[in-house]
């Protein structure tokens, strides 16, 4: 089943009298259960691609369907909306809010369903078992190692069971062990789990977890065979 | 919205300093704005109360403070039995202070029967046949017992005078709270006021069908070309003209009240728009995990609200509190005016104190919600 569908998609930006094109009639496509890895020279434009799946910037031409929705053309307030229910977004560093316990990061996309408090209860504390930090749940980020936020991160991109979710660089900010453990992480959550995941990085190594790899160049996707068979790396 | 309530309780608390200077900032503001409220109703309920109209006062003429209005006791009795006057109390007026004053102390002194008869009073402490005993007996308002902290059997004494204390009586009128009871001899043999056998003023109660202007000018008639020829008023122009200086002055307070709570506004703004800019990336985050544009509106909104509420709660109870137990009035030329507590001033002051709220948090608010995501992410 496709599940992201971005369709001769053209990202512009302006600054003054400066366009910088890093999409370009770009076409993409991902299946349900894909585990996509988006490499790519620095500026290439990969972000910007991820930022579009994710719903939280838009294509200057071209049309976007994630989960069937067509989300070039949503309002801001149906975006968000959508956003709540489809996707889950780790973000390189920073992911958590800082006044909230990591349960309270986690629990965060799920006060915008119609969820019942024990029913958030119960998701949340499935998600902390499965990313290993139950006996963190009352840790501010502040407390967290940079690995542990991390997967705080990564509980919360999937605690409401998104369509799809998207990585930048999720491993960028962290060491050689906890890369590794970050990037297991990921990929149990696609074979156990079956979530479909884009993720995008600089590192060979994470890319080749992956169960299709893609380089960004000149706005264009490359498909690839990556060198490193997924299952070596365990 | 409550879902989110422990992140926006959070938030505030994280910049506990800032919030809680901001929160007594609006408490400050609101309580002045309260005391000056005060000050505004004690004025309007003055001005306000019907039997104002149906009561007459005869001053002497062309004197306008009751230490320097002198009329022959008699003009009491010869008023009595003028067409439309149910009956006339001579009244000798004491006080230390004629200008306006906070801390006015003011003696009415009454033939002791008329006081009963034209005065609701209810004592609380003491008892009446010890007042009427006492040839220096007082009867005290409870607001002036509590702020001069006076006590039954106590001796009380102000400039040339010395009392004793009989009684604390409560009324329903507020300004009666502060004011001093006595009797009328011993005010007029007060030493060196030289004025036995006179009066300040003297009070005409109206029968039911008299027409209050045409008694007015009656009265006015009969004393003309006598030994002192008098002006009569209802007590509500008589009231009116005593305190008409302090109507334009508490305006001109009401206006610094207002003034206060502008800059209420300013501030909770400036705060609430710091925590805004604060926070730039995390309200990105909210948004890319799905809280749509109106709800980070909603957020901040209400941390200006709360803000405000709180302070102002602080204010507005501590203000309350203040007129509660102070007993404070404003005197002027003899005119009481009670500063009480009212719910109607409560209510008013969290309503502006919620409308400062809302206003405040709108801009901080409009630039949180319409914050694009993906630049917001790149800030640190
Ligand atoms: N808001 C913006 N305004 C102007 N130019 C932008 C904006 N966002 C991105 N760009 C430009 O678009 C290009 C692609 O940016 P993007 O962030 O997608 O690159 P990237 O492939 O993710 O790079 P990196 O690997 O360094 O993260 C860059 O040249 C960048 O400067
Ligand atoms: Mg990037």
Redesign the interface.
């Known amino acids: 089943m496709l599940v992201v569908d971005v369709d001769h998609v053209t990202k512009q930006f302006t600054k003054g009298e400066h366009t910088i094109t890093p999409l370009r009639d770009t076409t993409f496509q991902m299946e349900r259960g894909d585990f996509v890895s988006l490499m790519g020279a620095s500026g290439s434009g990969k972000s910007t691609l991820l ?1 579009l799946v ?1 719903g ?2 838009r294509p200057t031409t071209g049309r976007i369907t994630v989960a069937g929705q067509e989300i070039t053309g949503l309002s ?2 149906r975006l ?2 959508w ?3 489809h ?1 889950g ?1 780790i ?1 390189q560093t ?7 316990t990591a349960y ?1 990061n986690i629990e ?2 799920l ?2 369903l119609p969820l019942s408090r024990s029913e958030r209860r119960r998701r949340v504390d499935v998600t902390l078992e499965a990313v290993g930090l139950a006996d963190r749940a009352d840790h501010y980020p502040r407390q967290l190692s940079g690995g542990q936020e991390q997967r705080v991160g990564i509980a ?1 991109a999937i605690v409401a069971n998104p369509t799809v979710v998207v990585a930048d660089e999720p491993t960028g900010d962290l060491d050689g062990e906890t890369t590794g453990q970050i990037l297991d992480l990921l990929q149990r959550l696609n074979t156990e789990l079956g979530m479909t995941l884009l993720m995008v990085t600089h590192d060979l190594h994470a890319a080749s977890v992956a169960s299709r790899r893609y380089r960004l160049e000149q706005g264009q996707l490359i498909a690839r065979e990556s060198a490193v068979v997924a299952g070596s790396l365990t | 919205m409550i879902r989110f309530g422990p992140y926006i309780l959070k938030t505030l608390w994280r910049h506990r300093t800032r919030t809680l200077l901001t929160v007594s900032g609006a408490a400050v503001a609101l309580f002045v704005y309260s005391f000056v409220g005060a000050v505004q109703e004690g004025l309007n309920r003055l001005a306000s109360d019907q039997s104002h109209h149906r009561t007459l006062i005869v001053f002497q003429a062309n004197r306008f403070c009751p230490s320097t209005s002198k009329l022959p006791e008699d003009y009491a009795r010869k008023i009595e039995q003028m067409p439309g006057v149910a009956g006339a109390v001579p009244i000798k007026v004491y006080m230390n202070n004629c200008r306006a004053s906070l801390d006015v102390v003011v003696f009415n002194g009454l033939p002791a029967e008329k006081l009963k008869a034209t005065r609701q009073l209810d004592l609380s402490e003491g008892d009446w046949s010890t007042f009427e005993k006492q040839r220096d007996g007082i009867v005290v308002g409870q607001a002036v017992a509590l702020r001069r902290k006076l006590k039954v059997g106590q001796k009380f004494s102000i400039g040339a005078l010395t009392t004793s204390i009989a009684g604390i009586f409560t009324s329903p009128i507020p300004s009666e709270q502060n004011m001093i009871y006595a009797h009328l001899e011993f005010l007029q043999r007060i030493k060196g006021l030289n004025s036995v056998g006179t009066c300040t003023q003297v009070e005409v109660a109206l029968t039911a069908d008299a027409n209050s202007d045409a008694v007015c000018r009656a009265i006015d008639e009969r004393f003309r070309g006598g030994p002192i020829s008098t002006d009569t008023r209802t007590r509500g122009v008589f009231q009116a003209r005593a305190v008409g200086d302090l109507i334009e002055l508490v305006g001109f307070v009401r206006l610094l009240g207002l003034a206060c709570v502008a800059l209420v506004l300013a501030l909770v703004s400036t705060t609430t728009l710091m925590g805004v800019q604060d926070r730039i990336r995390e309200h990105a985050i909210l948004q890319t995990v799905g809280c749509t544009p109106a709800r980070i509106f909603s957020f901040v909104i209400a941390e200006s609200l709360i803000v405000c509420l709180v302070g102002g709660g602080f204010g507005i109870g501590a203000a309350m509190c203040a007129l509660q137990f102070s007993g404070l009035a404003l005197g002027t030329e003899g005119i009481l005016i009670a500063f009480l507590p009212s719910l109607a001033l409560a209510a008013t002051g969290l309503a502006i104190a919620a409308g400062v709220g809302v206003v405040a948090g709108l801009a901080p608010a409009w630039q949180a919600a319409n914050a694009e995501i993906v630049p917001a992410l790149r800030t640190a």
């Open positions: 930022n994710a939280i910037d801001r307030s968000a909306r956003r709540a229910e996707v977004y973000f920073h992911n958590l809010v800082p006044v909230l309270e965060l996309p006060l915008l919360r």
